[in-house]
């Protein structure tokens, strides 16, 4: 059993449970997630795809960018990769009609929990779409910017994508969409993403962001924060802290379980395996 890689989603997960965890990353029999609330993630793909291939196919055709190659199963990643390589193909800039023609394909296909639910990302997604015209995509250097950081000491290396990079007279900017509703400026200040993506930033760039941004794109909201180079210094040991519980559990056989009701129910996918979940809830 070994940790090969990190990133922030892991590390996310890592924090909420190291039971959870295990059972995503590590655990050998590859268990399946069960009751996980989905949409949010393929609500999250789909915009995450417009995003990107609006100012790639109308502005930056010549932009680095690698086809997607298909994985096993049918998904909506798998439409929207199959979608993405089709655009890069033809060489033609995408559309605000199209654009909404493969939003209302792939909209049916999200299981959302009710019709409420439903008509509040659909009117909300198609705002954000409508609205990509009148934005500037001017100063854009990097879209989907792939990054695998040396951690060293022998911490695995940190690996994400940055969703957009600009750069304009002050320096680079680096952008994050988000589906959830917005955070506060100072909750996006303690986050740890955004100063892994400035890490990754200097690496690939040559220098550090000297603004961030999270675009809360179902809400119109861009929350703007400047992070000094200290935050960065003080998340790259926080990373090899929990990188060091993480090999403290797997030498010693167990991954302890963390129990929040909301994310056993909504987000783990693996509650039937955890017994601090049944123990609070009567072993359901």
């Known amino acids: 059993m070994e940790v090969k ?4 989603s892991a590390l996310d997960r890592f924090s909420q449970c190291p039971l959870s965890f295990y059972h995503n990353y590590l655990n050998p ?3 399946k997630q069960e009751g996980v609330e989905q949409f949010y993630a393929d ?3 789909l915009m995450h795809f417009l995003a990107e291939f609006y100012p790639r196919t109308n502005f930056y055709m010549d932009m680095e960018w690698k086809p997607e190659r298909r994985v096993e199963g049918e998904s909506i990643n798998n439409i929207i990769n199959s979608y993405g390589n089709q655009l890069m193909e033809r060489g ?6 199209e654009m909404i023609a493969i939003y209302n394909e792939i909209i049916p296909m999200i299981d959302f929990p009710s019709d409420k639910h439903k008509e509040e990302y659909y009117e909300q997604g198609l705002k954000y779409i409508e609205s990509m015209p009148d934005k500037d995509w001017s100063k854009i250097i990097g879209l989907e910017k792939y990054f695998k950081i040396d951690l060293e000491n022998g911490t695995p290396p940190l690996t994400g994508v940055i969703d957009k990079v600009e750069k304009d007279d002050k320096g680079i900017i680096i952008t994050d969409y988000k589906t959830s509703k917005p955070y506060s400026e100072n909750l996006t200040k303690k986050k740890s993403q955004l100063p892994m993506y400035g890490m990754a930033a200097f690496m690939l760039f040559g220098e550090l962001p000297y603004k961030y941004r999270y675009d809360f794109v179902r809400f119109g909201k861009v929350v ?7 935050r960065l210094t003080e998340v790259k040991h926080q990373i090899k802290f929990k990188f060091m519980q993480m090999r403290a559990y797997i030498n010693q056989g167990s991954f302890p379980a963390n129990y929040s009701d909301f994310y056993c129910r909504n987000f783990c996918g693996y509650s039937r395996l955890c017994s601090r979940f049944q123990d609070f809830n009567g072993g359901v």
């Open 29 to 31: 029999e590859r268990p």
């Open 43 to 45: 609500f999250g793909i």
């Open 5 to 8: 890689k990190l990133s922030n």
């Open 92 to 97: 033609k800039p995408l559309t605000v009609d």
């Open 224 to 230: 703007e924060v400047e992070i000094p180079i200290e």
